[in-house]
């Protein structure tokens, strides 16, 4: 299938790494340019070393808690690339802990990062697009399930959810398709932490592969071929949607 990616140009946030990596390798096989982005200068410029394509990746450090971070990214991608047609935003998972015991900085400061830089980035980058596009939300089946001890995700992640299918509504019109995509357990370096803290990593990743019923965690590479064909003009029908990428682990229709 041809997925009609090849001079499409796509920004990436947390995609230094992960998820948002994964996807970057999918999208620039198929031929798009890609602006790689996440919070630390040295992290962005190895992962577009890795990429392996200079012509098709640039980096810019940015982290989407600041203000004029999605302007600098939608503006690094028109210079090089002299277009935007769509974005994948990805945010570092928020700290661990239970709603009730978490701080108000915390909760603020998770707000300003991963609600507030999302909608940011993805309402500037709808505005940025000049035709047909599409944005995708990274987000977590916590937007189904709450996931225990991690209240911030759980708090944060559903809102977002109906953000993108409010965003999905009101720039159809124009073309622009907008979608979350929720990951499960996969098997990146953030589900790594997560059975770290356990203190039993081991059995912790037993347990997660227990309650999924393909039997296995889930390759990056996975998702990131699932979201390269959602952004694409081949998925040209699908918008407002939350797909879950987790191997069939959560049970709500």
Do not use: H
Not at 65 to 79: M, Q, S, T
Not at 218 to 229: D, I, K, L
Request: proline share 5%; charged share 20%.
């Amino acid at each position: 299938m041809d997925l009609g990616l090849a001079g499409r140009v796509y920004v990436l946030s947390g995609a230094s790494r992960g998820l948002g990596y994964a996807t970057a390798e999918c999208l620039v096989a198929e031929g798009a340019n890609v602006v790689v982005s996440a919070r630390s200068a040295d992290a962005v410029t190895a992962a577009v070393e890795r990429l392996g394509v200079p012509e098709q990746a640039i980096g810019v450090a940015a982290d989407l808690g600041d203000p004029l971070a999605a302007e600098r990214l939608v503006a690094a991608a028109r210079e090089r690339f002299g277009r935007v047609d769509g974005a994948l935003i990805s945010v570092g998972g928020p700290p661990r802990g239970t709603a009730a015991t978490l701080e108000d900085t915390q909760w603020r400061a998770a707000f300003e990062t991963v609600f507030l830089g999302t909608v940011r980035l993805a309402r500037t980058v709808a505005e940025a697009i000049d035709g047909d596009g599409a944005i995708g939300l990274v987000l977590s089946t916590s937007v189904r399930s709450p996931i225990v001890g991690l209240g911030l995700s759980n708090g944060l992640r559903p809102g977002l959810a109906g953000v993108a299918k409010d965003m999905s509504d009101e720039y159809a019109p124009r073309g622009i398709r907008v979608f979350s995509l929720l990951p499960g357990r996969i098997l990146t370096d953030r589900n790594r932490e997560l059975f770290a803290a356990t203190g039993d990593p081991e059995r912790a990743k037993l347990e997660a592969e227990a309650a999924i019923p393909m039997g296995r965690l889930g390759e990056p590479a996975e998702f990131g071929r699932v979201a390269a064909f959602l952004l694409s003009s081949a998925a040209s029908y699908l918008t407002g949607l939350s797909i879950p990428v987790d191997g069939g682990a959560v049970r709500a229709l």
